[in-house]
């Protein structure tokens, strides 16, 4: 069975500053997506960044960047030039490539403060 | 910007009462999947749902839950007989396809109290 760790529960940055979250995976398969959510409070999780697994190259998204280090099974997401509204708890999760089994496998969750 | 929509935002009731937790997808998404989140604990997956039959269930959806999309917006989620375990934030999630590169749009959740 796949799992998902994120093992710091909060992290703090102060304001344009970089903040790195940290995130490992476990899984027999060899492809595979990989994905960070975001939770602002009381808001509605939304996708933050997505990484294929075949693909080498790590994914941006304007400050958001991943480091996927496939042979160690790590995917850890990068917020640079932090600002306010990064405030949220942070979801990593994992799914299978193919097949009927979209199920996403969730991470417990960090919660980044940003410090103005 | 479309959203999945879910209510109520919160519940509070009683071991044993049965609740219905509502959600409204995207309207042209055509998969839909229920999550949950016990306080402190990791979001774990519930059950999906395509052409109105699961696709896919965990080991937790056992008989006391079931879903239904009853018309062509709603998407439900039951328990018939609620357990203090039952407690947790329940997230509503849909996709316009499935597969593995398609996002999952998820609603802001129901925390759910049982007493």
């Known amino acids: 069975a796949q799992t998902v760790t994120q093992s710091q529960p909060e992290m703090s940055v102060q304001e344009a500053e970089t903040v790195t979250l940290s995130c490992t995976y476990d899984?027999?398969?060899?492809?595979?997506?990989l994905f960070w959510y975001k939770q602002p409070p009381s808001r509605q999780m939304i996708l933050v960044i997505r990484q294929e697994a075949y693909k080498q190259q790590n994914a941006t998204e304007n400050r958001f960047s991943v480091n996927f280090q496939k042979a160690a099974k790590s995917f850890s997401l990068k917020i640079s030039d932090s600002q306010l509204g990064d405030a949220a708890m942070y979801f990593c999760a994992y799914r299978p490539y193919t097949g009927a089994n979209s199920k996403l496998t969730f991470g417990k969750g960090i919660t980044l403060s940003v410090r103005p | 910007e479309p959203e999945v929509t879910q209510t109520p935002s919160h519940q509070v009731t009683q071991m044993g009462q049965e609740v219905i937790l509502r959600c409204v997808p995207i309207s042209n998404h055509l998969y839909f999947y229920w999550y949950r989140q016990i306080l402190g604990q990791k979001v774990e997956f519930l059950v999906s749902?395509?052409?109105?039959?699961?696709?896919?269930k965990s080991e937790i959806f056992d008989d006391q839950f079931s879903v239904e999309r009853p018309d062509g917006s709603n998407f439900t989620l039951k328990i018939r007989s609620t357990k203090l375990e039952d407690s947790a934030m329940y997230f509503c999630a849909s996709s316009e396809a499935s597969g593995g590169q398609e996002t999952q749009y998820f609603g802001p959740g129901t925390r759910l109290l049982v007493l």
């Open positions: 749902f395509y052409n109105n039959e699961i696709s896919e």
């Open positions: 899984t027999s398969e060899s492809d595979y997506y």
